[in-house]
């Protein structure tokens, strides 16, 4: 959930810690890479050679006191590379953990049993879950799966589309695209792979953006209404839309900067709601409130790489108490918003489009630091974003009234009947 400049900012200085030597504005990486922290280093540095030319702008802004004890803390680190303990018991414990969950959810939705064919749905009041045809997604590095998948810095710093919590289709992940695809094979629209943060080719319907902000949502809107048309029969489908955005507003929030007020974002999720629902037909729109960031931040606060990364990428929640105090009451005033906005386009009375509030992830914690991505301690890890896809998928099943809104990890899979309907009530 980071800002555009802050994101090159940081990732430049995670490489000068991992070097550990600055000249001016330069990286040196050892000469031969001939043991397992030189090949640590040495893969850092040429992975972040295009952020030079980004220190030399933003240097002067970061914090020497913040950068000393960062390459400390990683040279530190880089030193149990030189052991070849790549991974900690801690961290080979959590992967391993994660992989056994994603297994048994996979065995767990492959049990769900398929639901008896019927003529498509006119209305958006009887839709299941066979129904949908595409998928889409708006949103910031959250739904770009901003390293997701991350295990250790040979990775390098990526995005992993493909296993977005809502609309990731690789299948090696669950995510909800693969929850709909269970009862709809030829559901289409999810993106795919690996790749450095950006959107590309392998975005496919996955607009969201790293860095990006409530005030980006019309532009995202538009870049859905241009890429949907790409699909052969697209305004005769069923699409489900997942909208969530927020959390680089609340990081930065505590500074009183207008654009992250509840007035511009109530202003800014307007204005791309009104888009859709002129452009796209058949349309279940999924507003996500967003969760706390001061809990993330809570989650990793007392380990010192953690807490210095968070004073780059999220402030205001690794700021003071008052900071935090702040960010959480504009965060309160978000998710009326968002329950306003639901309310008000379902009183529009379409058959073709709708707005839901699916409030699955806007409370709660997770279970530890082990559920966020060790490369920041605070985007979601792999198996938080396969927990927020079951959180979401079954709230689109509940009415309003029962619809959970505490996420707690893991979750269970829930298998619809053919008597279940997303819940537009």
Excluded at 223 to 230: A, G, P, T
Excluded at 278 to 306: A, Q, W
């Amino acid at each position: 959930m980071w800002s555009t400049m802050r994101l090159f900012s940081v990732f430049a200085v995670c490489a000068l810690a991992l070097v550990g030597v600055v000249h001016g504005a330069r990286f040196e990486a050892p000469s031969q890479p001939n043991s397992g922290s030189q090949q640590v280093l040495y893969r850092a540095v040429q992975t972040q050679n295009e952020l030079i030319q980004a220190l030399d702008q933003g240097y002067a802004n970061v914090d020497r006191e913040h950068l000393s004890l960062l390459s400390a803390v990683m040279t530190s680190k880089a030193e149990l590379y030189e052991s070849n303990a790549l991974e900690s018991a801690m961290q080979r414990r959590i992967e391993a953990e994660a992989d056994e969950r994603t297994a048994n959810m996979t065995a767990s939705l492959r049990a769900c049993p398929s639901l008896p064919k019927r003529p498509v749905p006119s209305t958006i009041k009887d839709l299941r879950a066979d129904d949908i045809e595409m998928m889409m997604a708006m949103g910031d590095s959250i739904t770009a799966a901003f390293a997701g998948d991350f295990r250790n810095i040979l990775d390098g710093i990526q995005e992993y589309r493909g296993m977005s919590w809502s609309i990731g289709s690789d299948e090696e992940y669950h995510t909800l695209f693969s929850l709909f695809q269970h009862y709809n094979p030829a559901v289409s629209g999810g993106s795919t792979g690996h790749a450095a943060p950006g959107r590309g080719d392998d975005s496919h319907l996955n607009a969201a953006v790293s860095g990006a902000i409530a005030e980006d949502m019309p532009d995202q809107a538009d870049y859905l209404i241009s890429e949907v048309q790409k699909y052969t029969g697209w305004d005769h489908k069923w699409k489900v839309l997942t909208i969530l955005i927020g959390g680089n507003n609340l990081c930065d929030a505590c500074k009183g900067d207008e654009r992250d007020t509840p007035t511009l974002y109530e202003a800014n999720l307007r204005a791309a709601l009104d888009k859709l629902e002129k452009s796209i037909p058949r349309l279940f729109v999924n507003l996500v409130p967003m969760t706390n960031v001061s809990l993330l931040y809570d989650l990793s606060h007392g380990d010192l790489y953690c807490d210095i990364l968070h004073k780059f990428e999220c402030p205001c929640a690794a700021g003071s108490e008052k900071d935090r105090e702040v960010i959480d009451n504009i965060n309160a005033e978000y998710f009326k918003i968002v329950e306003k906005l639901a309310e008000e386009y379902q009183g529009h009375g379409r058959d073709d489009f709708t707005v839901v509030m699916q409030p699955a992830i806007a409370h709660g914690s997770l279970p530890d630091r082990g559920w966020l991505t060790k490369l920041d301690c605070f985007h979601p890890a792999r198996q938080t974003h396969e927990c927020m896809a079951n959180a979401l998928w079954k709230n689109m099943f509940e009415t309003k009234a029962a619809k959970t809104q505490t996420l707690e990890c893991p979750q269970e899979v829930f298998c619809p009947t053919e008597h279940d309907r997303l819940r537009v009530d």
